[in-house]
């Protein structure tokens, strides 16, 4: 704990930066970051955003996919005692709109190609900042030249104003003098990150310095034996405003002074010739990113035989994906478990064969209860039961959602514990089985999705009266996001692609249903709830 108190996220990358100056810290699109150029730049912008207004405890939202200026900007504002609020670049300005009010943002660091929806906002609730940037703004200047003249750079429009900035000319006219800013490891935000919601709001899941060092630290200690530091490499694919991402990023690559290979988007030939061409050792999925690997047509035009530890996480690993894979590729499949609440929970141990029914053991700064959901009661070892989950480092509220926060967070003895809403059992290794997740919450692909967001959504419109949105099993995604919806008696001219197209405007695309069904009512409970595993189970039996 006295360890923690003093070490805040950005202390192990500034230790690792004075250890491998020379060392690659990123390589991106081509452009090799250096650990010394790379803090230079954090430090730059971490003055250049300090001399902008931003202070203790400010927040300021990360808008944009995986680059260098993601990295940059999350150290920097933690290291001025600010507050990240990443979100997904693929959010509406109507999602947009709801989390800066709700943060209390008044900094928003976003792509060009997503400042129009920036701009949206700030019309209706103005910000202080906008700073923004462009996919090839941390490149070598003959790239984006060549990329010019082939008409590969994507590029937003943009307007000038007296609260909009440049990325690059806050790096280009500032100098690397960071204020020196006290910061409380335990009580002081580091992010807050937002997940779905049970009443139709995503929900905010603040976490400070202390809890996110804590299961990095962690993760660290399981790579420890099996990592080259200072001299491996690992590639990231997944997007970093999810926490899965970013803590990998901090315990495999930067926090062990190693190489990352950030790709910008989750293309596969372009992860296979990386791997390749890197020799990549490390490496984060999904289920559904190592199935479009295995399947991938041209996969043996590629030798990824340098792959040796790879961990998938985000969702159930399907046996006939674990078992292609070491097929494959002569190794296994390593699973990692968690949640935006509780950070990483779970990661199997690389000394032994993992079991695929498993997600890992529970790494030590965590502490689970497998119990009867009804009664909180323990259940025996190899029973099934709801997963809680706690730890003297998490926060144990949501951020302005007392009501929310009382349905997901129990007090039992002297402590108060998260319900992950997944069913589970511990076999007598100690490691957690997954069983089934609530009905509540859709997987497609890499995403969590709250059901009730997107019902609420629907119920936004004007001809619909209830709505119920369920995951339909697909092997390659997950889930399958089905919804159905009763109509009011009057309704007229509304069909599925009427109500997809209202949600196109108001969810992001991972969110839109794939199916819509129309039914004469939905199934409840005698006081009103809506019962969701009905459908959920009905849909089962269809398959």
Same mark, same amino acid.
């Given at each position: 704990?006295?360890?923690?108190?003093?070490?805040?996220?950005?202390?192990?990358?500034?230790?690792?930066?004075?250890?491998? $100056?020379?060392?690659?810290?990123?390589?991106?699109?081509?452009?090799?970051?250096?650990?010394?150029?790379?803090?230079?730049?954090?430090?730059?912008?971490?003055?250049?955003?300090?001399?902008?207004?931003?202070?203790?405890?400010?927040?300021?939202?990360?808008?944009?996919?995986?680059?260098?200026?993601?990295?940059?900007?999350?150290?920097?504002?933690?290291?001025?005692?600010?507050?990240?609020?990443?979100?997904?670049?693929?959010?509406?300005?109507?999602?947009?709109?709801?989390?800066?009010?709700?943060?209390?943002?008044?900094?928003?660091?976003?792509?060009?190609?997503?400042? &129009?929806?920036?701009?949206?906002?700030?019309?209706?609730?103005?910000?202080?900042?906008?700073?923004?940037?462009?996919?090839?703004?941390? =490149?070598?200047?003959?790239?984006?030249?060549?990329?010019?003249?082939?008409?590969?750079?994507?590029?937003?429009?943009?307007?000038?104003?007296?609260?909009?900035?440049?990325?690059?000319?806050?790096?280009?006219?500032?100098?690397?003098?960071?204020?020196?800013?006290?910061?409380?490891?335990?009580?002081?935000?580091?992010?807050?990150?937002? #997940?779905?919601?049970?009443?139709?709001?995503?929900?905010?899941?603040?976490?400070?310095?202390?809890?996110?060092?804590?299961?990095?630290?962690?993760?660290?200690?399981?790579?420890?034996?099996?990592?080259?530091?200072?001299?491996?490499?690992?590639?990231?694919?997944?997007?970093?405003?999810?926490?899965?991402?970013?803590?990998?990023?901090?315990?495999?690559?930067?926090?062990?002074?190693?190489?990352?290979?950030?790709?910008?988007?989750?293309?596969?030939?372009?992860?296979?010739?990386?791997?390749?061409?890197?020799?990549?050792?490390?490496?984060?999925?999904?289920?559904? +990113?190592?199935?479009?690997?295995?399947?991938?047509?041209?996969?043996?035009?590629?030798?990824?035989?340098? +792959?040796?530890?790879?961990?998938?996480?985000?969702?159930?690993? $399907?046996?006939?994906?674990?078992?292609?894979?070491?097929?494959?590729?002569?190794?296994?499949?390593?699973?990692?478990? &968690?949640?935006?609440?509780?950070?990483? =929970?779970?990661?199997?141990?690389?000394?032994?064969?993992?079991?695929?029914?498993?997600?890992?053991?529970?790494?030590?700064?965590?502490?689970?209860?497998?119990?009867? $959901?009804?009664?909180?009661?323990?259940?025996?070892?190899?029973?099934?039961?709801?997963?809680?989950?706690?730890?003297?480092?998490?926060?144990?509220?949501?951020?302005?959602?007392?009501?929310? #926060?009382?349905?997901?967070?129990?007090?039992? &003895?002297?402590?108060?514990?998260?319900?992950?809403?997944?069913?589970?059992?511990?076999?007598?290794?100690?490691?957690?089985?997954?069983?089934?997740?609530?009905?509540?919450?859709?997987?497609?692909?890499?995403?969590?999705?709250?059901?009730?967001?997107?019902?609420?959504?629907?119920?936004?419109?004007?001809?619909?009266?209830?709505?119920?949105?369920?995951?339909?099993?697909?092997?390659?995604?997950?889930?399958?996001?089905?919804?159905?919806?009763?109509?009011?008696?009057?309704?007229?001219?509304?069909?599925?692609?009427?109500?997809?197209?209202?949600?196109?405007?108001? =969810?992001?695309?991972?969110?839109? $249903?794939?199916?819509?069904?129309?039914?004469?009512?939905?199934?409840?409970?005698?006081?009103?709830?809506?019962?969701?595993?009905?459908?959920?189970?009905?849909?089962?039996?269809?398959?």
């Amino acid at each position: 704990m006295d360890q923690l108190n003093t070490t805040y996220t950005f202390s192990a990358f500034e230790d690792v930066s004075r250890k491998f $100056p020379h060392r690659d810290a990123l390589i991106y699109l081509g452009r090799r970051f250096s650990y010394s150029f790379l803090k230079q730049m954090i430090d730059q912008f971490a003055t250049a955003l300090y001399r902008l207004g931003v202070g203790h405890q400010d927040k300021v939202m990360i808008y944009m996919g995986n680059s260098p200026q993601w990295i940059i900007a999350n150290f920097a504002i933690q290291k001025i005692g600010a507050v990240v609020v990443p979100v997904s670049p693929i959010y509406t300005s109507h999602e947009l709109l709801y989390m800066v009010q709700d943060a209390e943002v008044e900094t928003v660091i976003c792509m060009d190609t997503n400042f &129009g929806y920036v701009k949206e906002v700030d019309r209706q609730h103005p910000l202080q900042r906008i700073i923004i940037t462009n996919l090839t703004d941390m =490149l070598y200047t003959w790239q984006k030249v060549f990329g010019t003249l082939i008409d590969r750079i994507p590029k937003g429009s943009t307007v000038r104003g007296d609260n909009i900035f440049r990325f690059n000319e806050l790096l280009r006219k500032t100098p690397p003098e960071p204020p020196e800013v006290e910061i409380d490891a335990q009580n002081d935000l580091a992010y807050i990150m937002y #997940t779905g919601g049970t009443t139709g709001f995503p929900k905010g899941v603040p976490g400070s310095h202390a809890s996110e060092v804590s299961y990095i630290n962690d993760v660290m200690d399981v790579f420890r034996d099996h990592i080259r530091a200072g001299g491996d490499t690992m590639i990231m694919v997944n997007p970093l405003f999810h926490i899965m991402a970013k803590g990998f990023l901090l315990a495999a690559g930067l926090n062990f002074g190693n190489t990352t290979i950030l790709m910008p988007i989750p293309e596969v030939d372009a992860v296979l010739s990386e791997i390749e061409r890197f020799k990549i050792r490390w490496m984060l999925g999904v289920p559904a +990113l190592y199935r479009m690997i295995l399947e991938n047509d041209r996969l043996s035009n590629y030798d990824i035989s340098s +792959l040796e530890y790879c961990y998938c996480g985000g969702d159930v690993l $399907p046996g006939e994906i674990f078992k292609r894979w070491h097929e494959l590729t002569s190794f296994f499949l390593y699973q990692v478990y &968690g949640s935006t609440e509780v950070g990483h =929970l779970t990661y199997s141990r690389l000394d032994r064969e993992p079991d695929p029914r498993t997600v890992g053991t529970v790494l030590p700064s965590r502490r689970c209860l497998v119990v009867d $959901p009804e009664t909180l009661e323990e259940v025996a070892v190899g029973e099934t039961g709801e997963l809680l989950v706690t730890s003297i480092y998490t926060n144990k509220e949501y951020w302005n959602k007392p009501e929310e #926060t009382e349905l997901s967070y129990v007090r039992i &003895g002297e402590d108060i514990f998260y319900r992950m809403g997944d069913y589970v059992c511990l076999n007598e290794n100690k490691e957690i089985q997954f069983v089934e997740r609530t009905a509540d919450t859709i997987k497609y692909k890499a995403y969590r999705i709250s059901a009730s967001e997107i019902e609420a959504v629907l119920q936004d419109h004007p001809t619909v009266m209830g709505a119920c949105a369920v995951g339909i099993p697909d092997a390659s995604c997950g889930e399958r996001i089905k919804v159905i919806v009763v109509l009011k008696e009057d309704a007229k001219g509304v069909d599925g692609q009427t109500l997809t197209g209202w949600c196109r405007k108001r =969810l992001a695309p991972y969110k839109i $249903p794939h199916y819509i069904e129309f039914r004469d009512m939905l199934p409840k409970s005698k006081v009103g709830k809506l019962l969701r595993r009905e459908i959920r189970d009905e849909e089962k039996r269809k398959l």
